[in-house]
Each structure stands twice: as structure tokens, then as C-alpha cells.
């Protein structure tokens, strides 16, 4: 019995070595030590994402999540739902990692401290809060403005303000496809998109697709937007001519087939 002990304490300790050098050591060892607070824990202070590996009675005790939250947001997921309400765990983890809000029970998801700490931290969290937070004009502007993706997570009313859909073109033109459809119809808007980033003219109205002047910011900006163009412009040489400028050889796929053959193109895109 005494020589099982010693053979026990013996294990254990070269257990918690091993955590120390790779946290990740837990996932192998016998079931016994993954019921053992001391190398949970120095496992979950090393990589809190091994937390996953832990015995279920482990995930349910505060200092073992708030160590393993403390260094990764994943372990949220892996911590019991008891403490997925618990605002202490959960702020810390939002605040390392706006994603955890993810896995925040849908309690704390409506908790505004906790929602701006997660957008503070990474703006499409916004994804993750309550709905109520996703019609709130002040949050999702502010959202926006740090990272325009965000539009995509924005209540339908808001993607139908002007501002906010502005603010998020403005900084990529590319999430013209999140806004309202109205706005593929408005000429300032689609102006503003294309020239920060050309592939915005896939979501314009189709009448800017033949606008010419249109069409140029935007395969100036990215060549490759000239696969959204129209077929008239398609023909175009000077748009053509621009576009394998920006892009090289390998838009000519989308330019009329009149136009690949043609000299001066041909000479551009090498």
C-alpha cells in the first residue's frame, strides 16, 4: 500500500512537470489526474484550452476556470454551464477575447458591460450579444467604425442607415453586401465602395455595371472586379486595359473575347 502511495505521488509529480513544460501532457494522463486540482490548474495556467481535458467536477470550480479563461478564451466553452453565468469568468474571458461572448450564457449576453467590454475587445462580437444590442444605432455605429464587418450583424434597421452603411463602405467597400439592398441603387454610396475596394461592384444595382465611369474606380482599385462588370464594358479597352493593369494576365478571363487577343492588352498584361 505504501509502496502504491509512493508510486502515486511519484507519478503525480512527474505529471506536473511535464504540464509545466507542455500543458497539453493532461490529455494522456490516467483519468485520476484529470480529477486533480494542482495539475489541472498548472495545466490550465500553461494553455487554458486544455481545460477541455479536465474531469467534468474540475470544470465546475471557479479558480480552475478563472485561471483557464485568464489565458484563453476557448476554455468558456469547456467550463460547466453554471459558470457560463458567472460575470466575474465571463468578463475576464470577453475581455481577453471578444469571441468567448460566444459561449456566455444568454444571460450575460444581454449584460452591457459585458457586451462593450467583448466589442472593445473585438467589435464583431457584436454577432454573439443579444438582439437588443444589435438595434442599438450608438453601439453598432461604433462597431462599425472599428471594424465595418460588423454591419453584417447589425438589426435590419440599421443596415438601412445611411451613416452607419457609409462608415462601413468607407473602410471596405466590400460590405456594400451586408447593407440594405436600397443602397446598391445609390450612386454616392457605391462610388464610395468601389474605390476602397473593387469586388463592391458585385453588389451594385446593374446599372452601375455599365456605368463606364463607375466601372473604372472600380477595376482601378481591383482588376479582378471586372468579372462583375457588363458585357458591354466587358468590350471596353480602356476598362480592360485597367483592369489587366491592376490585375495582370489572369482577368483577361472576364474581358470579351475580342479584347484577349488585342496587342496592346496583351502587351499590358505581361
Not at 2 to 27: F, H, R, S, T
Not at 155 to 184: W, Y
Not at 219 to 242: H, P, R
Amino acid at each position: 500500500m505504501k509502496n502504491g502511495q509512493k508510486k502515486l505521488e511519484m507519478d503525480k509529480k512527474e505529471l506536473l512537470k511535464n504540464v509545466k513544460e507542455d500543458p497539453y501532457a493532461i490529455e494522456n494522463a490516467d483519468e485520476k489526474f484529470k480529477k486533480d486540482k494542482e495539475i489541472v490548474l498548472e495545466a490550465v495556467k500553461g494553455n487554458g484550452s486544455v481545460l477541455k481535458y479536465a474531469h467534468e467536477s474540475l470544470k465546475k470550480d471557479k479558480e480552475i476556470v478563472l485561471a483557464a479563461v485568464s489565458d484563453s478564451y476557448h476554455a468558456l466553452r469547456s467550463a460547466d454551464d453554471s459558470l457560463k453565468k458567472d460575470k466575474e469568468i465571463v468578463l475576464i474571458a470577453v475581455k481577453s477575447d471578444g469571441r468567448a461572448l460566444e459561449h456566455a450564457d444568454d444571460s450575460l449576453k444581454k449584460d452591457k458591460e459585458i457586451v462593450l467590454a467583448a466589442l472593445k475587445d473585438d467589435p464583431s462580437a457584436l454577432q454573439y450579444a443579444d438582439d437588443s444590442f444589435k438595434k442599438n444605432r450608438e453601439i453598432v455605429l461604433s462597431a462599425v467604425k472599428r471594424a465595418p464587418e460588423a454591419l453584417e450583424y447589425a438589426d435590419k434597421s440599421l443596415k438601412k442607415d445611411k451613416e452607419i452603411v457609409i462608415t462601413a463602405v468607407k473602410r471596405n467597400g466590400r460590405f456594400l453586401g451586408d447593407a440594405d439592398k436600397s443602397f446598391a441603387k445609390n450612386e454616392e454610396i457605391v462610388r464610395i465602395a468601389v474605390q476602397t475596394n473593387g469586388h463592391a461592384l458585385e453588389f451594385a444595382d446593374s446599372s452601375f455595371k455599365k456605368n463606364k465611369e463607375i466601372v473604372m474606380l472600380a477595376v482601378k482599385n481591383v482588376g479582378q472586379a471586372l468579372e462583375y462588370v457588363d458585357e458591354t464594358l466587358s468590350k471596353d479597352k480602356e476598362v480592360v486595359m485597367a483592369a489587366v493593369k491592376q490585375a495582370g494576365k489572369d482577368v483577361l478571363e472576364f474581358a470579351d473575347k475580342s479584347l484577349k487577343k488585342d496587342k496592346d492588352i496583351i502587351k499590358a498584361a505581361k
